[in-house]
C-alpha cells in the first residue's frame, strides 16, 4: 500500500509541472459528451467481469487494469481540453477526496484490525443476528468502516465451522456496512459532507430513525430465517477448527481509545473553522483538513505500535484487503470524475433525463424519486460526491431542506446511505469486507451474484420505505 501512495504522490508532483494547472477552470459537464463515461464504465464492468471469467488474471493484475482505465481517462482529456484542466482534475481527486478518504480507511483498518474478540464464539443464528444488530448500532458511532473491521473477524470466526457462511457475509455487508450508518454524520461520509454544509448533527437521526429501525428490524429477521435454514440443512457440526476457552476477553484494548481518537478528530474536522487554507496546486487545503489526516497518519502508527503482535496474528490481520480497496478505488475516484460534472451540469448537461425525474409537474422535488435516483446511482458512484450533486439539485440551503423541504433531504440522505448496500462498490466497507471473507477462504458471490442477493431482499424493502416514508 505504501509504494501504492508513494507513485500517487509522484504523479501529483509530475502533474504540478504541467502547464496552467493552478489556474485551470472547474470542469464544464454541460460540454462533455456522453462516451467520457466509457472509462467509468469499463472500469464497473471490470469489476464485475473480470474476476468472474478470470479470477487469476485478476486476482495478480486488478492493479494494472484499474490503472489502465484511468489513463484511458485522463490521457484524452488531456489532448482535447489541454493538460492544465485534466491536471487539475487528478490533484483535485487525489488531495481533496481519494487522499483523505483513504487515510480515514487505513486508520479504522488499522486500528479496528488490531482488536482481538478472545474466545470461540459459536455462529448460531442468534448470535449472529445478535453481532449485527450491536454493529447496527455502532455503525453510527464509529462509522460503517470501523464497525464492520471491528465485527467482520469475530463473525467470520465464529463461523468457521460451518458449511454455508457466505449469506451471513452478505446481511452483515447489508446491516453494518451500509445501513447502520446511517444515523449520524459520522456513521458514512454522504452525510459527514452534509453536516460540512450546515445539516445539524442529530438532524439524520430524527428524519431518518423510523426508515432506518425498519430496514435493519426487516433484515434481522429475514437473516434469522435464512441462517435458521442453513444452520438446520447442515446437521451435525464438524470439529469447530477454533478450540473452546473458558471466557471471552479482548486484546489489543488501546485500540479501542485509538478508535474514539479517530471519531474525534472526524468530528473536530467538521466543527472546527479556520480561515488558514493552503493551496496545493491548485487545490484548496483547509488547515482542519491538514490536521484531520496527519493526526489519523499518526494514529496509524500508533496502533501499529502498541497493539501485541499476537492480537494482529490472531486476528490474521493482513494489509491484501486495504490495498485492494486502495487502488480500485484510485481508479473509481479518477474515471468519476467526468461522470459527476455530467450530474452537475443539471438539464444543461448529457444527464438532463435523471434531473428532470426528480421534479414534479409543478417544479416541486419529488421525494420518492430523489429517494431512488440518489439510491441507484449510489450503488455504482461513490455515495458521497452523488449525495452532494443531489444536495445542490435540491437548493443547497441546509435550513431550507432541514424545514420546508425536510422530506427531501431525508430521501437523499436515505437514499444515499441504504442503498450503497446494494454493489460491492456501493460504499468501501463493502468491498473490503468481501475481501476479508475471501481472504479466509470464504467464497462470496460474484458481483452480479451479490446484485441479485440485493435484488431479490433490498429492493422490495426500499419500495416499502418509499411507500410508508417518502411520499
Keep these: 500500500m505504501n509504494r501504492f501512495v508513494i507513485r500517487g504522490a509522484v504523479l501529483t ?9 493552478a489556474h485551470a477552470a472547474d470542469i464544464d459537464g454541460s460540454q462533455l459528451a456522453v462516451w467520457w463515461a466509457i472509462p467509468f464504465a469499463g472500469m464497473l464492468l471490470s469489476i ?7 479470477p ?7 492493479g494494472k487494469i484499474t490503472a489502465g482505465w484511468a489513463l484511458a481517462f485522463l490521457l484524452p482529456f488531456a489532448a482535447v481540453f489541454g493538460p492544465g484542466t485534466a491536471a487539475a482534475g487528478f490533484v483535485h481527486a487525489l488531495v481533496a477526496e481519494y487522499i483523505p478518504f483513504i487515510i480515514l480507511l487505513t486508520a479504522l483498518f488499522t486500528t479496528a484490525g488490531g482488536i482481538y474478540i478472545r474466545g470461540n464464539l459459536h455462529g448460531s443464528p442468534g448470535l449472529n443476528a445478535g453481532l449485527m444488530a450491536v454493529g447496527a448500532g455502532l455503525a453510527s458511532i464509529m462509522g460503517t468502516t470501523g464497525a464492520s473491521m471491528l465485527l467482520i473477524r469475530p463473525l ?4 468457521d465451522n460451518r458449511k454455508h457462511v457466505a449469506h451471513v457475509v452478505i446481511f452483515f455487508i447489508f446491516i453494518v456496512s451500509n445501513i447502520g450508518g446511517s444515523l449520524t454524520p459520522l456513521g458514512d461520509p454522504p452525510l459527514f459532507l452534509g453536516f460540512l454544509k450546515g445539516v445539524d448533527f442529530f438532524w439524520t437521526v430524527r428524519a431518518i430513525l423510523p426508515e432506518t429501525l425498519f430496514l435493519v428490524g426487516a433484515l434481522l429477521a429475514l437473516f434469522y430465517v435464512i441462517d435458521s435454514y442453513y444452520y438446520r440443512k447442515e446437521g451435525v457440526q464438524p470439529v469447530d477448527p477454533t478450540p473452546d476457552s473458558r471466557d471471552i476477553g479482548i486484546e489489543g484494548k488501546l485500540n479501542l481509545l485509538l478508535l474514539l481518537v479517530i471519531v474525534g478528530l472526524v468530528l473536530l474536522s467538521g466543527v472546527w473553522k479556520s480561515s488558514v487554507e493552503f493551496d496545493v496546486f491548485g487545490t484548496p487545503v483547509g488547515l482542519p483538513q491538514l490536521v484531520r489526516d496527519l493526526a489519523l497518519v499518526a494514529v496509524i502508527f500508533v496502533s501499529l505500535a502498541v497493539t501485541p503482535r499476537q492480537a494482529r496474528e490472531q486476528n490474521q490481520f493482513g494489509w491484501a484487503p486495504m490495498v485492494e480497496v486502495a487502488k480500485l478505488f484510485a481508479g473509481i475516484f479518477l474515471t468519476i470524475i467526468p461522470v459527476l460534472a455530467m450530474l452537475k451540469a443539471g438539464l444543461q448537461g448529457p444527464f438532463a433525463p435523471i434531473v428532470q425525474a426528480v421534479t414534479g409537474a409543478d417544479g416541486q422535488p419529488v421525494p420518492a424519486m430523489y429517494f431512488w435516483a440518489t439510491g441507484l446511482l449510489s450503488s455504482f458512484l461513490d455515495n458521497a460526491p452523488t449525495y452532494l450533486v443531489f444536495f445542490n439539485l435540491a437548493g443547497g440551503e441546509p435550513q431550507v431542506l432541514m424545514t420546508s423541504l425536510a422530506p427531501v433531504l431525508a430521501a437523499i440522505s436515505g437514499g444515499a446511505v441504504f442503498m450503497g448496500a446494494n454493489t460491492y462498490i456501493g460504499n ?9 471473507a475471501e481472504d479466509r477462504g470464504i467464497r462470496m458471490p460474484s458481483f452480479f451474484g451479490y446484485m441479485a442477493w440485493s435484488g431479490f431482499i433490498l429492493l422490495p424493502l426500499f419500495a416499502l420505505v418509499t411507500w410508508i416514508w417518502m411520499r
Excluded at 464485475?48 to 478470470?54: D, G, K, N, S, T
Excluded at 487469476?56 to 486488478?62: A, D, E, S, T, V
Excluded at 468501501?428 to 476479508?436: E, G, S
Aim: proline share 8%; no cysteine.
Design 56 to 62: 487469476f488474471f485478476w486476482h495478480h493484475h486488478y
Design 428 to 436: 468501501a466497507p463493502n468491498l473490503m469486507v468481501k475481501a476479508i
Design 48 to 54: 464485475a467481469f473480470v474476476p468472474l471469467i478470470a
Design 13 to 21: 508532483l509530475a502533474s504540478a509541472l504541467l502547464p496552467g494547472l
Design 156 to 159: 467470520i470466526r465464529a463461523n
